[in-house]
C-alpha cells in the first residue's frame, strides 16, 4: 500500500501509481482508496474516450456508482468519491497506473463535485490559466511551453476545479507530468536527456517538472478555447453567457454521466468560471516561434 | 385580459441559468436542452429570478424598461411565458 498525492487529495494506493507525488507518511487517513478487487459490471455503453487506441466503456448504477472498463487493460468501479475499485487484465504496471489516474480517478472526482475539463493547466504568477480544445489543438504542446518559460505545471490531460464559498474557480494541481510530442520537444528546444519516452513505440516524451509542483489549488484567472481556424480572429473573448454551453464540449468523462442534477452542477460551475475568469477563443499560434513569443507576452501581461 | 393575469409565476426547478448583461442562457436538466433569451426575455427572466410575480408585475417591469404600449406588452409577456411554460422552465401558481 502506498500513499501519493494528487489533485489535492491523499490516495492510497494497491498499485503503484508512479506519476503521482508520493507521501511519506503512509500511515495518514487518506482521501480515496484505490482497491483491487473483481468487478461485477453492469451493461456498459460505448464512449468517445479514447486512450492508446482502445476505447473506454461506461455505465452508472442507480446507486450513483460509475463503471468504466478499457480491454484488455483494466476495469473500474468508482464509489462514493472515496473509493476506486480496479480489476486490472495486464500485468504492465506503468499501463495500469497511466489508464488509473486519468479517467478513472476522474470518476471520483466528479463524484466529489469537481467541475472536470479536458484541458492542461499551468500556474502564470499567482493564478491558473487552462487550455482547451479538440485532440491535437496543443493543449499540451501550449501547456509545455508555457513551463519552459518559467510558468508551474497543474494539470495535463485532465483539470479538475472547486469553487470557494463565493463561487469563484481554484485548479486543483494534478500530478507533474506532463506529455508532449517529439516534434514538440524539438520545436522547443527540449534537451531530450531530461525526458523519459513514454512507452516503446510511441513518439511521446514525458516531461515531468517535480520541483516547485504547486500544493495549493490556484485561483482561474483565463481559459483558452484553443482552434485551428484561420476564419476566425486569432484572439477573441468568448461570451461568458454561452460558457456553460461551450464547456460541455470539454467534459472528459462519457457525456452519458451529464445527466440531471449532475449536468445542472455542470452548467452553474461554468458558469461561475465564466463570472471570475476571462475565456478567450484563441488560434493557436503557427509554429513553435509564434508560440513561444505568445507565450512570453502572457508573462509579462 | 388573457387567461395568465391572474396567474403568478415562478421559475421551475428544472432549470439553471447563466445571466450574463443582457443575455441568458438557460439549461433544462431534465431534458438536457439549452435555450437562449434575448434581451426582453432576459428582462423578464432577471424578474423571476428575483421571485415570484404576478403576470401584472411582469408587464410593469417591461413597459418601464421599453417603450411599448400596455397591449403590445400584454401580448408579448403572454406568449414568452406561454413558451417557458411549456418548455417547463417556469411555472405557473393560480
Not at chain 1, 486490472?88 to 469537481?114: M, N
Not at chain 2, 411565458?81 to 405557473?92: C, D, N, P, Q, T
Request: with cysteine; glycine share 6%; hydrophobic share 40%.
Amino acid at each position: 500500500m502506498s500513499l501519493y498525492r494528487a489533485f489535492d487529495l491523499r490516495i492510497h494506493s494497491e498499485i503503484l501509481l508512479p506519476e503521482l507525488i508520493p507521501l511519506e507518511n503512509a500511515d495518514q487517513e487518506a482521501d480515496v482508496k484505490i482497491v483491487r478487487s473483481t468487478v461485477d459490471f453492469p451493461d456498459l455503453e460505448p464512449t468517445s474516450i479514447h486512450r492508446r487506441g482502445i476505447m473506454a466503456q461506461s455505465a452508472e448504477d442507480v446507486n450513483g456508482a460509475i463503471y468504466l472498463r478499457w480491454e484488455g487493460v483494466a476495469g473500474y468501479k468508482a464509489v462514493n468519491g472515496d473509493t476506486l475499485y480496479i480489476e486490472p487484465y495486464t500485468d504492465d504496471a506503468e499501463l495500469l497506473s497511466l489508464f488509473t489516474v486519468s479517467e478513472a480517478l476522474g470518476c471520483i472526482l466528479l463524484q466529489r463535485g469537481l467541475l472536470l475539463l479536458h484541458a492542461s493547466s499551468v500556474q502564470v504568477g499567482s493564478v491558473a490559466y487552462s487550455f482547451l480544445g479538440e485532440p491535437g489543438a496543443g493543449k499540451s504542446t501550449t501547456a509545455t511551453a508555457f513551463v519552459k518559460h518559467g510558468s508551474h505545471l497543474l494539470s495535463d490531460d485532465l483539470t479538475a476545479i472547486c469553487f470557494d464559498d463565493n463561487n469563484r474557480p481554484f485548479v486543483l494541481p494534478a500530478y507533474p507530468q506532463l506529455k508532449i510530442w517529439e516534434n514538440t520537444v524539438n520545436g522547443l528546444n527540449f534537451d531530450k536527456s531530461e525526458l523519459t519516452p513514454v512507452a516503446e513505440g510511441i513518439n511521446k516524451f514525458s516531461l515531468r517538472p517535480g520541483v516547485n509542483f504547486p500544493a495549493e489549488p490556484i485561483p482561474l484567472a483565463k481559459i483558452f478555447l484553443l482552434h485551428d481556424r484561420p476564419e476566425l480572429p486569432a484572439t477573441q473573448k468568448f461570451s461568458p453567457v454561452e460558457a456553460p454551453i461551450e464547456l460541455v464540449r470539454h467534459f472528459p468523462l462519457s457525456a452519458r454521466l451529464l445527466r440531471g442534477k449532475v449536468h445542472q452542477r455542470h452548467f452553474q460551475q461554468s458558469s461561475w468560471c465564466a463570472t471570475h475568469a476571462q475565456i478567450w477563443n484563441k488560434r493557436r499560434p503557427a509554429g513553435f516561434a509564434a508560440l513561444e513569443k505568445w507565450v512570453s507576452e502572457q508573462h509579462s501581461a | 385580459m388573457n387567461e395568465l393575469s391572474g396567474k403568478e409565476f415562478k421559475l421551475s426547478s428544472a432549470q439553471v441559468s447563466s445571466n450574463v448583461a443582457d443575455e441568458v442562457v438557460i439549461l433544462n436538466h431534465d431534458k438536457g436542452v439549452y435555450y437562449g433569451l434575448g434581451e426582453v426575455g432576459a428582462t423578464l427572466w432577471s424578474a423571476l429570478e428575483s421571485g415570484p410575480k404576478s403576470f401584472d408585475e411582469l408587464c410593469a417591469v417591461v413597459t418601464a424598461e421599453y417603450e411599448v404600449d400596455r397591449e403590445t406588452c400584454e401580448a408579448d409577456v403572454a406568449a414568452l411565458l406561454s413558451e417557458l411554460m411549456h418548455e417547463k422552465l417556469v411555472e405557473a401558481d393560480s
